[in-house]
């Protein structure tokens, strides 16, 4: 069947399984073992993933880091505002979203405490801001983790630890690449003493991570451009792989942006690159990934790598076990 409607990918998520908090340890997440060639599903815990790798098969990570893009602001009249910074541009300025919205016209300037923004531009409810100092210098001194309109907490120190991976080296994301959170320094060991490869890439997750889908035929979804990045070295690692992991959806999507003739090739840019059921996978042979929610672009991926409805019968399980979902949830390993 060719599931192309929005409701297609619509399914019953109890709020309750929606993580607000990680795991006590990253690699004790449950681990959901989804065999596309047979439609068999195992339960494990994450730090078992090594048991399905092999010598020669090589791991695509995403290494963004996750900038602090939420501020705290106020206007010069003294009233509250708060900026997500969407993504970052250059000569110090950023897209924006502001709450209130409300009021905020050009020129106005938004405080934070001895330094300031001013918005230069206006369009569809997003500012586009220039900050008086250096940008990165004004977010680290300001900024609180950006976690997902899903969580429904204010971000505290363990979220600074906690959502980023111990990977992370290339800030420019405001969410982070979730699967890689459940990596530790003792599973990239193991991989390597297995002698699975690593490679590293970079996609710079922007807040349209988060944009509803509000097609009902959702070939019609525009995703928004993301920053990507795949050095020579990098590309040169995946294209010997036996196989390819992919980390995450990013690393899918810097993988499938930067196939050319099914082989993987040196790039850096942007990508919109939307991927849904229909799509042909060039250079993605196993996937590990979070369980996502409901209608998201996320969830169409997956359903187009493994099948929309093997992948809702092991959503369905996975629910019965009380799995946790979203950013802080628990994994997926698709074979």
């Known amino acids: 069947m060719n599931y192309q409607k929005l409701s297609d990918f619509n ?13 006590d340890k990253r690699d004790e997440s449950k681990l959901l073992v989804l065999h596309r060639n047979t439609g068999k599903i195992e339960h494990k815990i994450f730090k078992d993933i090594i048991n399905y790798f092999s010598e020669g098969d090589v791991l695509v990570l995403n290494k963004t880091k996750v900038i602090p893009a939420r501020l705290q602001g106020k206007k010069k009249t003294g009233g509250k505002i708060e900026l997500l910074l969407l993504n970052l541009e250059q000569n110090n300025t950023a897209k924006a979203i502001a709450k209130p919205l409300k009021n905020l016209k050009l020129n106005d300037k938004i405080f934070f405490k001895d330094d300031f923004c001013e918005i230069i531009d206006i ?45 992370a080296d290339k800030p420019g994301s405001v969410a982070a690449p979730t699967a ?9 060991n193991n991989f390597k003493n297995k002698k699975v490869g690593i490679a590293e890439a970079i996609l710079h997750v922007s807040w349209g991570t988060f944009a509803p889908v509000r097609c009902d035929n959702i070939a019609e979804h525009k995703m928004t451009s993301e920053y990507f990045e795949i050095e020579d070295s990098t590309a040169r690692k995946i294209n010997l792989a036996k196989r390819k992991i992919a980390v995450g959806t990013t690393s899918v999507r810097v ?33 590990i990934t979070n369980f996502h929610l409901p209608e998201t672009t996320l969830i169409m991926l997956v359903c187009a790598f493994a099948g929309r409805d093997l992948i809702f019968k092991a959503y369905e399980e996975a629910k019965s076990k009380n799995y946790r979902f979203a950013s802080y949830g628990d994994a997926m390993l698709i074979l």
Do not use: C, W
């Open 255 to 287: 993988l499938e942006t930067s196939s050319v003739n099914n082989t993987i090739t040196s790039q850096k840019g942007f990508t919109d690159i939307f991927i849904y059921p229909g799509y042909k996978f060039k250079n993605t042979d196993m996937l």
């Open 180 to 188: 890689g959170l459940h990596f530790t320094e003792d599973i990239l």
């Open 11 to 23: 399914y019953k998520l109890p709020k309750e399984l929606i993580a607000q908090y990680p795991s």
């Open 123 to 167: 369009v569809d409810g997003v500012l586009k801001i220039k900050f008086h100092e250096d940008l990165q210098v004004i977010i680290n001194k300001y900024g609180k983790v950006p976690l997902p309109p899903y969580i429904k907490r204010e971000a505290t120190d363990i979220d600074t630890e906690r959502y980023q991976t111990i990977f």
